[in-house]
């Protein structure tokens, strides 16, 4: 069940993350020629790197509206499911795991973005 609620969050989760990449995108004004691709889907300015935020800002605006969507879906689907409800039968572990996991990703996430910036 787990899985299944996995991947029903993730197919929900890809077109909320282009699209917090997309207006991240439109918000940096993503009209100059020189774009670097970092990755699958991210652009980012490489004159605009020297600036601290825009690698911690990039990743918030996609990480924070796919926690929360991965969260509701796959609570709302394991609640339908396994037809367990309440904060401390469901909600609780859903969120510490989600919580853990984002951790987890985020971390790497930085790790890969430390190697891949230019030295």
Known sequence: MLLAANLVSTLCGLPVAWCALGVFGMLLGNSDPNWAHLGWSSRLVTHELHNWWILPAAMM????????????????????????????????????????????LLAVDCLWFWLKLPR
Not at 70 to 98: D, I, N, Q, Y
């Open 61 to 104: 605006a996609v990480v924070i509206p796919c926690f929360l969507l991965s969260v509701l879906v796959e609570g709302w689907f394991l609640a339908w499911r396994v037809k367990l409800s309440g904060w401390t039968e469901l909600w609780s572990p859903l969120v510490r795991a989600h919580v853990f996991s984002y951790l987890l």
